[in-house]
T-cell receptor
Framework: GAVVSQHPSRVICKSGTSVKIECRSL??????MFWYRQFPKQSLMLMAT?????????EQGVEKDKFLINHASLTLSTLTVTSAHPEDSSFYIC?????????????FGPGTRLTVL | DAKTTQPPSMDCAEGRAANLPCNHS???????VYWYRQIHSQGPQYIIH???NNETNEMASLIITEDRKSSTLILPHATLRDTAVYYC????????????FGQGTRLTINP
């Protein structure tokens, strides 16, 4: 299957700083990428849908000014957590959509664990 | 997209078939059944998807009832590495393309 990478895999930062997480599709072009957040022992929660060259679409309750998403190329989307606070500590996961003929699938990155002190 | 219902947890002995049920009684005609799994602290992994016919690939088989209101994911010979949370998701092939994850089934394979 298609490979999606995330960088960094783990980050620890101080409260009030901003953190950027990168999501790359390594062997395919992805016009659409998705960002999820997962708290311990909970399921994945979709945060936003990112389309290349346009503004991201955020899910209800997700602050677009706090979670900045940029999808400037067909292989890279970034999520910036601005002015991070301890409650933003979570596992952030991206996925990229692939078209293959009649079908389309989503492939997920390995996730980034953010800890805000 | 239609909602799904899964048991919160299941156990299976190593080497045996693991059968994971999913109810999706409000599924509509153009919605597919997708299965993903998430091993601890990793991103979800695509397993299989289907519309109305049974499907099989190298990882698993998907059995969908004739009325499409439920399905079963079958791991034919479960190994310890199959321990994970398994998510059943109903989604249209087109449209918004969002995958909405429920709570899934935590499958534990026992030696």
């Amino acid at each position: 299957g298609a490979v999606v990478s995330q960088h960094p895999s783990r980050v620890i930062c101080k409260s009030g700083t901003s953190v950027k997480i990168e999501c790359r599709s390594l062997d395919f072009q992805a016009t659409t990428m998705f960002w999820y957040r997962q708290f311990p022992k909970q399921s994945l929660m979709l945060m936003a849908t990112s389309n290349e060259g346009s503004k991201a679409t955020y899910e209800q309750g997700v602050e677009k000014d706090k979670f900045l998403i940029n999808h400037a190329s067909l292989t890279l989307s970034t999520l910036t957590v601005t002015s991070a606070h301890p409650e933003d500590s979570s596992f952030y996961i991206c996925s990229a959509r692939v078209f293959s003929g009649r079908d389309n699938e989503q492939f997920f990155g390995p996730g980034t664990r953010l800890t805000v002190l | 997209d239609a909602k799904t219902t899964q048991p919160p947890s299941m156990d299976c002995a190593e080497g045996r078939a693991a059968n994971l049920p999913c109810n999706h009684s409000t599924i509509s005609g153009n919605e597919y059944v997708y299965w993903y799994r998430q091993i601890h602290s990793q991103g979800p992994q695509y397993i299989i998807h289907g519309l109305k016919n049974n499907e099989t690939n190298e990882m698993a088989s998907l059995i969908i009832t004739e009325d499409r209101k439920s399905s079963t994911l079958i791991l034919p010979h479960a190994t310890l590495r199959d321990t994970a949370v398994y998510y059943c998701i109903v989604k249209s092939l087109w449209g918004a393309q969002k995958l909405v994850f429920g709570q899934g089934t935590r499958l534990t394979i026992n030696p």
